[in-house]
């Protein structure tokens, strides 16, 4: 195509679909037709007494809609479990299944939205640019290896053309994280990005007013901050994440690098 020539559908449904996934990170609910405010979190930066590091297990009615997944004891057991899983709309058009990857016993745990393209081909989760993005905040800024986390995401298998996943993929997908959450007990979850901290903290808060503020996950501490994609477009926000992180590193007792340990 040459400069003149004006850009074709899938082009211009690209670029809308980024303008209004930007908005919705940057805190907007879709395209309101009245400009209501939108409710504040309620802040809860400094550590509730009853927040616990050894949290009592998730409630099991969290993952009862599949009789027998609270008996997988270990990620291997219930990778088995979901098999090839057939239960919601999303399975016919998948590559691979995108469980989730690293330590099964790591303290912090990282929950996003669901695999992208290069995901569904890999059947890894966070392999594309935004991937290597939050491999870079794990390694280059907090100094661990990504092998020392666990990665996953709420949804398993790849929604179509990237969009959103559907309430009732949702439904079918999360007792899966829940249980993932439950075998490998972190003492900490960051939830990157709008969708999988409303998915998981079950709220409609905008993340640009949720981020960098501490929640309760069924007794586990889960701190919300922006996607990785988001940060591609929107470098200056990267200190915002970095601050978020470095939240997350005091909180485990980890030591913070004195500059310049965000990733770039
Ligand atoms: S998204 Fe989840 S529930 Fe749907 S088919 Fe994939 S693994 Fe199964």
Redesign the pocket.
Known sequence: MDASSPPDRRTIVATIRDYVEQLREEGMEGLPASASPTPRATPAASAPASIKPDAAPIPSELFSKYPGLEKTSTLDELREF?GD????K??PR?TN?VFGVGNPNAQLMFVGEGPGADEDARGEPFVGRAGQLLTDIIERGMGISRADVYICNV???RPPDNRNPEPD?VA??EP?LFRQIDIVRPRAIVGLGTFAVQAVLKVKIPISKLRGNWQDFRGIRFMPTFHPAYLLRTPGDKRLVWADIQEVMKYLGMPIPRRGGSAS
């Open positions: 979901i899983c057939q239960r919601c999303l399975a998948r299944l949804i398993k298998c993929e079918a997908c899966f």
